[in-house]
């Protein structure tokens, strides 16, 4: 019904990002970030913590503003917009919270909202900022719940929920939105081992869709066998990227071989 | 309208003695709140047979109108009981009883709150029930409620603007009559707020400062 | 004393003037119904300013709040009618005069809109930044992340605390009688007047005020626990 996902390749990228820096206050967490995410390709981010992926996520889809630099979702600016005079002008927020509907953002804490049941949660959103119908947005939630394999689950409330269970509540919730792109914080790391696996079936699931993703993620395995490109951060700069198969297999910079060796024991 | 010098600087001597009397009636009744509040807290906790009337009086003081308490102890309890005499008393006592239903409520989830492996310790060190809760229980809820205690003080100072209605000269009393005499309100009245809030507001600051040092000092969260 | 005693617990002068009575006790229940939907109101509008990101809201908040929260209800309930008609009428060139239960409205809602502000600021800031995030990221604007995440949690988180202040402002009504207001004690002292037995009519005032406040707050603590947790908050 629902997730025809364009498998030919555009010439627009999905997402773009250029020469992104972030500061909070005298403290530079990213340095000068540029990168490109081709529609329906997976794009995993490693690197030891602080070196400033979460930080990248966040700038994206605007949870964070850039100190400087530009983000292009499907080709738009994020941040300005340019009149017919050829001006930038700086996008108000209601405007970029428009452009927020075509991304989805997955937390590491969750965020399920606990007053709602699980169908409130997926359902929120599209009823309430796409203005679906009511119908209509029931029956898309039942399909993302679906899709998450928690469909049995729908009428519960999160706090009876386990932890892989809540996330994939919030992917579902993401899900909902029809995102161009999906954005993924360490979804996994506040998991319990046990539970990860559950999580990352539904992600592998999503990327075999065609599903634009950006994963910021310490699960290595996962990187290596779902991703089509990897970055890896180091210092608020791209120390490295290219293919899983060159950037595990045959890492050209020094850094990052240390940093696999250390993850890959 | 721009009298204030006339209507508040001249009479100041006025209401600095209306103050006087507001801060003395003030503090009788918070020692009075905080003895009262005491008994019947451990009379609810520990003495089995009272515990009824215990929780009777606390949930009567605290759910009865302070001005229906006080125009009940200044006019019904001279007749009943033959006391109090003055109105000065009836205020406090009145103001007293109020507080007393709460600090109660206030010093039992502070017991409450002492970890009863505290109290263990204690008795298996060899002390009695009451010296144990003397020197262990008691100074930690004592710190504990010292904000709250902060607290319950602004609200007497709240509550006590009306023991001007049976004529204790208070603040209150001391600026209606100013009004009276020169029959101009506005810059008495407002004076006389601004008063009463800087007050309060001084005495609350004080307990917010109070309730970080504790935290800080004792890592004890004030309940 | 005995005497007293037996006429202090006579009921049947409170019988008789039943009527009266309770018509004042309505009043009561009247003042206290607009104020509390003042109050509510106001306190509202004072915390989300003070959680704005505007400095110069957050400060007019917080004045709003501070002025209010320590103003002792008799000394607000006595400037507003007798001061504040005055400094409108000046503002405006007429003379003014506030009818005695706006005032009492007035008053008491300014004075327990800055309880009520405290109380649902303490709420607005204990939601976890993460829930108004997912919120953000789903594209929602602020004001339905307000409207459907914040504020449905605050009010459960909040419902005792809110209960305690409707408590307290209900026996803050008992005061207006100062101003002419005919609630309660003002019927009473009336009828003391006329009838010269204070006794039996004050008791029988704090008997009604407690059974009414007692048994009021005793259902609505179980109705808000039974409703609390219904859902994790």
């Known amino acids: 019904m629902i997730f025809h996902r364009e498998r030919t390749v555009s010439s627009i990228p999905a997402i773009s990002v250029v020469d992104v820096h972030k500061s909070f206050g005298p403290l530079a967490v990213l340095k000068g970030v540029s990168f490109d995410v081709p529609r329906g390709s997976v794009v995993s981010m490693i690197g030891a913590s602080g070196s400033g992926k979460s930080t990248l996520l966040r700038c994206i889809n605007h949870l964070e503003t850039p100190s400087a630099g530009e983000i292009y979702i499907d080709g738009e600016p994020m941040h300005f917009r340019v009149a017919g005079d050829g001006q930038r002008k700086p996008r108000p927020i209601a405007e970029i919270n428009r452009l927020r509907r075509d991304l989805g953002m997955v937390f590491q804490q969750f965020n399920l909202w606990p007053h709602m049941t699980v169908l409130g949660n997926v359902v929120e959103a599209p009823r309430r900022v796409r203005g679906l119908k009511r119908r209509q947005a029931g029956e898309l939630a039942l399909e993302c719940l679906r899709r998450v394999q928690l469909l049995d689950k729908a009428e519960e409330y999160p706090a009876r929920l386990s932890g892989g269970q809540q996330q994939r509540v919030a992917i579902a919730r993401a899900l909902a939105m029809q995102p161009k792109a999906m954005l993924f914080d360490e979804a996994t790391s506040s998991l319990d081992p046990e539970l990860t696996d559950e999580v990352l079936a539904v992600m592998r699931d999503l990327a075999r869709d065609g599903t634009t993703m950006i994963v910021v993620t310490h699960e290595m395995r996962f990187a290596r066998e779902v991703s089509d490109r990897v970055l890896f951060l180091h210092n608020g700069l791209i120390e490295e990227a290219g293919p899983p198969e060159e950037v595990f297999g045959a890492p050209k910079s020094e850094r990052c071989r240390q940093f696999l060796s250390k993850y890959l024991q | ?223 | 004393m005995s005497g007293a005693l037996a006429e202090a617990l006579n009921p049947a002068v409170f019988w008789e003037y039943r009527a009266i009575l309770f018509k004042g006790l309505a009043f009561n229940f009247y003042v206290f119904a607009c104020a509390a939907a003042a109050a509510l109101a106001l306190g509202l509008g004072a915390a989300l300013l003070r959680v704005n990101r505007w400095r110069p809201l957050r400060w007019a908040g917080t004045l709003h709040v501070e002025i209010f929260r320590n103003a002792p209800d008799y000394v607000m309930v006595v400037w507003v009618h007798f001061v504040l008609p005055l400094l409108l009428g000046l503002a405006i060139g007429r003379r003014l005069e506030f009818p005695p239960f706006l005032s009492a409205v007035i008053a008491l809602g300014l004075v327990y809109s800055g309880y009520f502000a405290e109380t649902f600021r303490a709420g607005i800031q204990s939601i976890p930044l993460g829930q108004i995030e997912a919120g953000r990221a789903c594209g929602m604007p602020e004001r339905l992340i307000l409207w459907r995440i914040i504020l449905p949690q605050v009010v459960r988180r909040m419902l005792p605390e809110a209960v305690n202040q409707f408590v307290s402002l209900f026996k803050a009504t008992t005061i207006v009688s100062l101003i002419a207001v005919p609630d309660l004690m003002y019927q009473v002292s009336m009828v003391t007047q006329q009838e010269m037995r204070p006794l039996p009519l004050y008791t029988g005032a704090a008997l009604t005020y407690f059974a009414i406040i007692f048994l009021a707050s005793s259902l609505v603590r179980a109705a808000a626990e039974r409703w609390r947790q219904k859902v994790y908050a």
Not at chain 2, 55 to 72: G, H, K, N, S, Y
Not at chain 2, 106 to 112: D, K, Q, S, V
Not at chain 2, 201 to 217: E, H, I, P, Q
């Open chain 2, 1 to 223: 309208m721009g009298n204030w010098e006339r209507m508040v600087w001249n009479q100041r001597h006025l209401l600095l003695d209306g103050l006087v009397v507001t801060l003395e009636i003030c503090l009788i009744a918070f020692a009075a709140a905080i003895v009262g509040g005491l008994v019947l807290c451990l009379v609810r906790l520990y003495v089995r047979p009272l515990r009824p009337v215990a929780i009777a009086l606390i949930e009567f003081f605290r759910a009865t109108p302070i001005f229906v308490q006080l125009l009940w102890v200044n006019y019904v309890w001279p007749e009943l009981f033959g006391w109090p005499g003055s109105s000065f008393t009836a205020g406090w006592v009145a103001l007293a009883l109020q507080s007393s239903g709460y600090l109660a409520e206030t010093f039992r989830a502070g017991i409450e709150a002492v970890p009863r492996g505290q109290r263990e310790a204690g008795l298996s060190a060899g002390m009695s029930h009451a010296l144990a809760f003397r020197r262990i229980v008691l100074p930690q809820v004592l710190l504990m409620v010292a904000p709250s205690l902060v607290n319950q003080f602004t609200v007497i100072v709240k509550s006590s603007t009306l023991v001007s209605v049976i004529t204790v000269q208070d603040l209150m009393f001391q600026s209606q009559k100013i009004v009276h005499t020169w029959l101009d309100p506005i810059e008495i009245l407002t004076a006389t707020a601004a008063i009463y809030i800087l007050v309060v507001f001084a005495v609350s600051a004080l307990g917010k400062a109070l309730a970080d040092v504790l935290r800080r000092r004792y890592g004890l969260a004030a309940s």
